[in-house]
C-alpha cells in the first residue's frame, strides 16, 4: 500500500506562485506514476498533471499547460506541483494521486491511492 500526505496549500493573490508537496510512504513509490487532480465547489474531480514512475514523462490537462509544472524526487518519496500565474479558476482541493504502471494517465479511475487534500484558494 502507498499513503500519500499533500502539504503546501494556502491562500495566494491571482498572478501568484504556489508548490504543493506530496510525500509518499511505501517501498515501491518509484514504481508508481504520480499524479494531481483537483476539486472546486460543486464540480466533479479534475485531472491536473501527471509523471511517469522514471519522471522521464509529463501529461498536463490543458487549463494549466505552461503555468504548472510536476516533477518528482524518488530519493526524498516525494511529487511536487509548481503552479505560477495563479487564476482564481485555480481554487479547490488537491490531491495527490499513485497509480501502478509505466504510463501517464489522465484517468482517475486508473489511480489506485489518494491524500486527503491539500486546499488552494487564489483571491482576484
Not at 3 to 17: C, H, T
Amino acid at each position: 500500500q502507498v499513503q500519500l500526505a499533500e502539504s503546501g496549500g494556502g491562500l495566494v493573490q491571482a498572478g501568484g506562485s504556489l508548490r504543493l508537496s506530496c510525500a509518499a510512504s511505501g517501498r515501491t513509490f518509484s514504481s508508481y506514476a504520480m499524479g494531481w487532480f483537483r476539486q472546486a465547489p460543486g464540480k466533479e474531480r479534475e485531472f491536473v498533471a501527471v509523471i511517469s514512475w522514471s519522471g522521464g514523462s509529463t501529461y498536463y490537462a490543458d487549463s494549466v499547460k505552461g503555468r504548472f509544472t510536476i516533477s518528482r524526487d524518488n530519493a526524498k518519496n516525494t511529487v511536487y506541483l509548481q503552479m505560477n500565474s495563479l487564476k482564481p479558476e485555480d481554487a479547490a482541493v488537491y490531491y495527490c494521486a499513485a497509480r501502478s504502471g509505466l504510463l501517464v494517465s489522465p484517468m482517475k479511475h486508473e489511480y489506485d491511492y489518494w491524500g486527503q487534500g491539500t486546499q488552494v484558494t487564489v483571491t482576484s
